[in-house]
């Protein structure tokens, strides 16, 4: 790639919000990086319920006013240029992260914060590597940045099968806690496969009839599924949610922490987590691989639901 301002490149993205029709491919210029940032050359990207909600107009950090928008929350590719102050990194070094909240990785070329890239697992091809950041970072934020796990507590994890869910279970067994997984009838051997001590079929049990004195509810499902969590959790203990807001009058009654929250980019997390990859300590389990050009069909993919792992876009080597 060279300098030139009038560069393009192909992306997938929204100029307004909707269904199918409209997610399109268009040819844009190619990014400029900013200070700090680094731009790369997509290989892979993954596919997540957050960029469906984000099409429809159901995601409230993108909103009207942010149209057109390029969709795609994580990447993995190579370093193609460092802008001004980003010394981290050198042309040509393979990479993955979180893009954040700016302009999305379904592109040929995106820009990233440079604190926001680690150096991918050495045992995932760059067509698999795109995978990992969102969900992974999502997992690991959630048990260990809010829900402040530590060794020997016991964690109860809501929607354990899907991508987030699958990184949650191993993380926390990883880490030494006692794991309860919630999913249906299908997954609960690949949830103990993955590591939960206890897997719950919710379509069968109530969890409250299995799990007793949680030190964290990992809430990966919201609504009634999470009020009901309350009658789990020990007094002191805690409720983290992806979806809706924890009641923070139950948690008083319960003596209990309860937080939502959205993942953030962190390319130290994002290292830590290839290293246990490229140990054998976490898995990540790929349902299917579209290419570029096939970034709709990967959409109805998801929307289909009953995934047990992730879905990912691959482009190039």
Known sequence: MTDDLNETMQAWR???????????????PAPRCGRGEV?????????????????????PLVREDALPYTLGRDVAGVVV?????????????????FVGQGQGAYAQYVCVAEDALATP?????????????????????????????ERGERVLIHGASGGVGQFAVQFAREAGAYV??????????????????????YRAQRFEDVARDIDLVYDLIGGDTQQRSWAVIRQGGALV????????????????RATRYTAHPDGEQLRRIAEWIDRGAVRVEIVDR??????????????????????????GE
């Open 14 to 28: 929204i100029d307004r919000f909707g269904g199918a029709d409209a997610l399109r491919e268009v040819t844009l």
């Open 39 to 59: 731009l790369v050359e997509m290989r892979s990207a993954g596919v997540n319920p957050v960029d469906l909600k984000t099409r429809e107009g159901r995601y």
């Open 81 to 97: 240029r460092c802008g001004d102050g980003a010394g981290r990194w050198r042309p040509g070094q393979p990479v993955f992260g």
């Open 121 to 149: 697992p050495s045992t995932m091809t760059p067509a698999d590597a795109g995978a990992v950041p969102l969900a992974a970072l999502t997992a690991w934020q959630g048990l260990f940045e809010h829900g402040k796990l």
């Open 180 to 201: 309860y997984a919630t999913g249906s009838g299908e997954s609960l051997q690949s949830l103990k496969a993955l590591g939960a001590n206890e897997a719950i079929d």
């Open 241 to 256: 949610s992806t979806l809706n807001e924890p009641s923070q009058v139950d948690a008083s009654k319960h003596g209990a």
């Open 290 to 315: 579209y290419p570029f050009e096939r970034v709709p069909d990967a959409f109805a993919r998801l929307e289909q639901g009953h995934l047990r792992g992730k879905l990912v876009v691959t482009r």
